[in-house]
């Protein structure tokens, strides 16, 4: 039963999620958790059972190799079925899934092509369990359909044709601390190299997925073959629903990674005689509606401003095509370490407020930064001034909703942050979505 009900939230494009009106990326805390408690059961049975064996006297005859050359003919204590290859067989396949299911999560974020192919240990484990528990067809059939309807549904997107329009790499220098001549001189004699500069590759592309994005926070899975032909990783759409194109940013995590030989892949792009070639998926994610509250903040940190960029700039379409709304205000809060992040983001985030129904505030904060004196004053990028250090959001949400108004905060960034947002939107009694997700 548990493998049948972990197999429901596994589907990307399942029609259980969407009736429930979630999707999988804030549902995939459930498909872990039923994974670990499969995991758990199956742990126990597999320890009961070695101990009736033990009890038994044959304990040796569930290995494996025991099982092809000695089992069938000559089993321990002459009273074991000879025909029974059931349990043998789970033995086989119990192990190495215990393995391939049972990474730890820091080992599934930094191998995760290693954690995505070894998944598909179920194509064997299922089946063997079928095998095992002849009964169990109805338990697990449902979710073994979805997750094939999906997977076909995933291949079929894949063979969409898209279209790289553009490809830029973008660079931007570390942050820069503004401190008297003393403690410059000071920092300078204790830093030992320059902090490494922020890079980030904006891939603009066309293809027939953008007329089923419907929502901003949406992502897509995507991948390069001139990368890699069977790495596929998951990104936030920084492009609008509204948007004719799709546009993804990538934060460059190292030269060995793939952000990073994306990046290098970006700056040879101009020299590649057929372009660049790109596979998509998706897009996946569920529908969000910023008309549907008075107040609206979004927080970023960081590379987390690509759902937020999708948002602000669909919020802004919608106000001015639509009639009516409810949004009375819409405000922007965005962390970086450095100052140059933000004009990244200028020309996604270059709107026009003329004739909307509601005010846009977008305010800056560089946590990397700092000003000695009232005369370094906040530095100024091409969206506005930016303020040095980090924001107080319980003071920022506390002024967004003076009058108890219904004040709706998104966050997406690094997980301190997140939490820190949500309580302070706790207190201030907003309501709070995280649009972060860890896979």
Same mark, same amino acid.
């Given at each position: ?295 609206? &903040?979004? =927080? $970023?940190?960081?590379? *987390?401003?690509?759902? @937020? ?9 919608? #106000? %001015? ?11 922007? &809060?965005? =962390? $970086?370490?450095?100052? *140059?992040?933000?004009? @990244? ?9 003329? #004739? %909307? ?83």
């Amino acid at each position: 039963m548990l493998l049948g009900l972990l197999l429901l939230p596994a589907s990307k494009s399942s029609p259980v999620l969407r009736a429930a009106g979630s999707s999988w990326e804030s549902a995939v805390w459930i498909h872990i958790m039923l994974g670990v408690l499969f995991l758990t059961a199956t742990c126990g049975h597999v320890v009961l059972f070695l101990a009736r064996f033990a009890e038994m006297g044959y304990l040796s005859d569930i290995l494996p190799f025991n099982a092809a050359f000695f089992y069938p003919q000559n089993p321990v204590g002459g009273k074991t079925p000879s025909n029974n290859w059931t349990v043998p067989m789970m033995s086989a396949v119990f192990w190495p899934s215990l393995v391939c299911f049972g990474i730890f999560p820091w080992f599934r974020r930094r191998n995760y092509e290693l954690f995505r192919y070894s998944h598909y240990m179920s194509v064997i484990l299922v089946p063997a369990i079928l095998w095992h528990a002849t009964n169990a067809w109805y338990f697990v059939l449902p979710g073994v359909l979805l997750w094939t309807v999906d997977r076909v549904v995933r291949l079929c997107g894949a063979c969409e044709g898209v279209q790289v329009q553009e490809m830029e790499p973008l660079e931007a220098a570390a942050a820069t601390t503004i401190t008297t001549t003393e403690e410059a001189q000071e920092t300078k004699k204790k830093q030992k190299k320059p902090a490494p500069a922020e890079r980030v590759t904006n891939v603009a592309f066309a293809w027939p997925g953008q007329a089923r994005t419907h929502s901003p926070s949406m992502f897509v899975v995507v991948n390069f073959p001139q990368i890699s032909l069977n790495e596929w990783h998951p990104f936030s759409l920084s492009s609008s629903p509204l948007d004719s194109t799709a546009t993804i940013h990538v934060k460059d995590m190292g030269e060995e990674s793939f952000s990073g030989r994306l990046h290098k892949l970006a700056l040879a792009a101009s020299n590649l005689p057929h372009g660049v070639v790109m596979n998509v998926q998706g897009p996946y994610g569920s529908r969000v509606n910023l008309h549907e509250s008075q107040e609206v &903040v979004l =927080v $970023a940190g960081g590379i *987390g401003i690509t759902p @937020m960029v999708s948002a602000l700039r669909c919020a802004v379409q919608q #106000g %001015l095509r639509a009639k009516q709304s409810k949004l009375r205000r819409l405000r922007l &809060v965005w =962390v $970086a370490r450095s100052p *140059g992040v933000f004009d @990244m983001f200028a020309k996604e985030l270059s709107i026009q407020a003329a #004739g %909307l129904p509601f005010p846009v505030e977008i305010s800056l904060f560089c946590s990397a930064c700092s000003f000695s004196s009232p005369e370094d004053g906040p530095g100024a990028g091409i969206l506005g001034p930016i303020t040095a250090g980090r924001p107080n959001f319980q003071q920022i949400f506390e002024k967004e909703n003076p009058g108890g108004a219904q004040l709706l905060v998104l966050a997406c960034g690094p997980a301190a942050m997140v939490a820190e947002c949500e309580k302070a939107a706790r207190s201030a009694s907003a309501d709070f979505e995280d649009w972060s997700f860890v896979l």
